[in-house]
Nanobody
Framework: QLPLVESGGGLVQPGGSLRLSCTAS????????IGWFRQAPGKGREGVGC????????THLDSMKGRFTISRDDAKNTVYLQMNNLKPEDTGVYYC????????????????WGQGTQVTVSS
């Protein structure tokens, strides 16, 4: 098991920014590729993007391009999802998920999941 915990969600106005964090208690994330996913109200879960153990990022969501950035700080055992210029359609529960692989797949995948953090974009 890998106990992932997301944080950083909240209510933000359109055009605003949030930085989500994903960490694991008692376990190191540096051997795991980490993906970010989201689930909008009434919709299925979709992949946002993934970061490999060496820091390369695979984008799974076209609307992420130019607005969202995924990064990792292994010294802090944390993976981040920086979200800028947020739109109401970005509202949903955001999850991080880990796979014990070096590189991300072109298909969004996760073996170990966090509980999610709510992001609400509304004026």
């Amino acid at each position: 098991q890998l106990p992932l915990v997301e944080s950083g969600g909240g209510l933000v106005q359109p055009g605003g920014s949030l930085r989500l964090s994903c960490t694991a208690s008692g376990r190191q994330l540096d051997s795991y590729a980490i993906g970010w996913f989201r689930q909008a109200p009434g919709k299925g879960r979709e992949g946002v993007g993934c970061i490999s153990t060496v820091g390369s990022v695979t984008t799974h969501l076209d609307s992420m391009k130019g607005r969202f950035t995924i990064s990792r700080d292994d010294a802090k055992n944390t993976v981040y999802l920086q979200m800028n210029n947020l739109k109401p359609e970005d509202t949903g529960v955001y999850y991080c998920a880990a796979r014990y692989v070096r590189f991300c797949s072109g298909v969004p995948q996760g073996d170990f999941w966090g509980q999610g953090t709510q992001v609400t974009v509304s004026s």
